[in-house]
T-cell receptor
């Protein structure tokens, strides 16, 4: 019930294309769903996050789509650029005193010029 | 530009030796996380502190790992004795959480790359 399953493990997209990464969770108590971006040699950094009271959140070229009934959420990167090449992690967390995140295993994205 | 700092950035040691990794969280943050990252397991949460008190260390091998926060500006992760399977990148992250806040952002440091021979 604590797992977050992320797919695909790796993704290659042409410049200008759409990158889509999917995550699924089991625990319905989760109420916070962030995506983190990690470049080689760096720590992960928050990219965008969503709460279950909305079905979509957009920030620039990055959009989270959230399907509460299916317990799934996805990251869409529009007009993908070579600078977007990184590892992307989805995560899920819940309110209360213990606010730790449960992480997906990551998706390595390569955007070809 | 506030950021989480970690030392050392790289550590090569021999099996059986003690390893201590240090983290300085962002000033004012009340929550500190220690993670281990490997290709096979991804990001694993080892320990989690709130206001310097340990909240969750269920992901940490208790026989050889220990985590402490001697003060609000320093978190340490110690491995004694170290083993080759401990080779990984260890990240510290900090954040500010309170019961009424929706700001759950974790700010990661650059990591310590540990190699145990």
């Amino acid at each position: 019930q604590q797992q977050v399953k992320q797919s695909p493990q790796s993704l290659i997209v042409q410049k200008g294309g759409i990158s889509i990464i999917n995550c699924a969770y089991e625990n319905t108590a989760f109420d916070y769903f962030p995506w983190y971006q990690q470049f080689p040699g760096k720590g992960p950094a928050l990219l965008i996050a969503i709460r279950p009271d909305v079905s979509e959140k957009k920030e620039g070229r990055f959009t989270i789509s959230f399907n509460k009934s299916a317990k799934q959420f996805s990251l869409h990167i529009m007009d993908s650029q070579p600078g977007d090449s990184a590892t992307y992690f989805c995560a899920a967390g819940r309110g209360g005193n213990n606010r730790k995140l449960i992480w997906g295993l990551g998706t390595s994205l390569a955007v070809n010029p | 530009d506030a950021r989480v700092t970690q030392t050392p950035r790289h550590k090569v040691t021999e099996m059986g030796q003690e390893v201590t990794m240090r983290c300085q969280p962002i000033l004012g943050h009340n929550t500190v996380f220690w993670y281990r990252q490997t290709m096979m397991q991804g990001l694993e949460l080892l320990a989690y502190f709130r206001n310097r008190a340990p909240l969750d260390d269920s992901g940490m091998p208790k026989d050889r790992f220990s985590a402490e926060m001697p003060d609000a500006t320093l978190a340490t992760l110690k491995i004694q004795p170290s083993e080759p399977r401990d080779s990984a990148v260890y990240f510290c992250a900090s954040g500010f959480l309170n019961s009424g806040s929706y700001t759950d952002t974790q700010y990661f440091g650059p990591g310590t790359r540990l190699t145990v021979l």
